[in-house]
């Protein structure tokens, strides 16, 4: 169980100026591990908007660094800080329920702890209300099901500008899911990218002649992409087909308006802290997505910490610890410890999974 360090406070924005605020405000008071609250310091914050549930699709996360007050209180505006996935002005209000995911690190660095999800009981009205309350001239916005934006206008006289068509966009959008004949092309259930710099990067297993495409929401409606047959991203292009079976990481390098699609079949493999001790070829279960690696012979003389390495030549490897031992990977987190070492060499084994948006969970037994 991942340890609380803050206290969740949300306040509703008020309507500051004739211009609809970008944000809403939100506080909160920030906890070291002893429970005392952070007086003067600087901590680091992970904001995501997420859709229908607490566990539903991000649509929006952004992160903060913050000094507190003499009492551990830290003030902040959802929407005003530096975004990492999806647009604040993108999000509609108006539809489902929303959730706001509070991620923190109380060192003011990158290792976050999630401090507790809430659900927005009312919605930020400012934010709902830029889209049909608008200046002189303006007109209103209406989004379709697949993004497009089309203008309700009128002039002077009272006529209306009914929108008629508009072209569909073949930039890359901001948010792209994947989906394919692993899931019978269900584009409700296809999943999100995660958005790293200029990389759109997912993990997951697939059998071989599986098809991928990608596709701008999770509906029907919604704009798909596939290549052109050169390795590159392209609306309404063809299926992307899967070689043979592996775990893939699914990496789509976005330039300008455009973008390339790179496949890596790899194998994860252990980086010791340590002289590398033996291992066992790691082996993977499709029914439990886990995978399996033995290691030989390890004792407090020889080994002092692991990580688990994800191997990628198109986009650079990642690499997972666990910065609170609680059996969950971090990010460049801490080294991975073994349980019960002594100067007797044992075997363990550790099994884990790498979930489609790098999060994952691992066990280590002796064997």
Do not use: C
Request: net charge neutral.
């Amino acid at each position: 169980m991942k340890k609380l360090y803050a206290t969740i406070g949300l306040f509703l924005a008020t309507l500051l100026s004739a211009q609809v605020p970008q944000a809403f405000s939100y506080q909160t008071i920030a906890f070291n591990s002893a429970g005392a609250p952070i007086a003067n310091g600087n901590v680091a914050l992970k904001i995501s908007i997420l859709e229908n549930s607490a566990t539903g699709t991000v649509l929006y996360t952004e992160t903060h660094t913050k000094t507190t007050n003499s009492k551990g209180l830290v003030n902040l505006n959802i929407g005003q800080g530096t975004p990492t996935t999806g647009s604040f002005g993108a999000i509609n209000w108006g539809t489902n329920t929303k959730f706001v995911k509070v991620e923190m690190d109380p060192a003011g660095g990158s290792n976050y702890t999630n401090v507790g999800v809430n659900q927005l009981m009312s919605v930020p009205y400012s934010q709902v209300s830029k889209t049909v309350v608008t200046g002189a001239g303006q007109g209103i916005t209406l989004v379709s099901p697949n993004g497009t934006n089309y203008t309700l206008s009128v002039n002077d006289g009272g006529t209306l500008s009914l929108p008629t068509n508009s072209s569909s966009s073949s930039a890359i959008p901001t948010n792209l899911y994947l989906y394919g004949s692993y899931n019978n092309f269900t584009a409700t259930s296809a999943e999100l990218l995660r958005n790293d710099s200029n990389y759109k990067i997912g993990y997951k297993y697939f059998a071989a002649n599986s098809q991928l495409k990608f596709i701008s929401a999770p509906n029907t409606s919604a704009q798909n992409y596939g290549t052109d047959g050169q390795s590159n991203i392209q609306l309404n292009g063809s299926n992307i087909n899967i070689g043979s079976n592996g775990f893939y990481k699914i990496t789509i390098m976005v330039f300008g308006s455009g973008g390339s699609i790179k496949l890596d079949n790899f194998v994860p493999k252990l980086v010791f802290n340590s002289p590398s001790l033996t291992t066992s070829s790691p082996t993977y279960n499709a029914t439990t997505n886990k995978f399996s690696i033995n290691i030989m012979s390890a004792s407090t003389g020889n080994f002092t910490g692991l990580r688990v390495n994800l191997p990628s030549v198109q986009s650079g490897d990642e690499t997972f610890g666990d910065n609170l031992s609680d059996g969950y990977f971090d990010k460049d987190g801490a080294l991975i410890m073994l349980p019960n070492l002594s100067t007797t060499p044992k075997n363990y084994k550790i099994e884990f999974n790498i979930n489609f948006d790098a999060t994952g969970a691992y066990t280590i037994t002796q064997i």
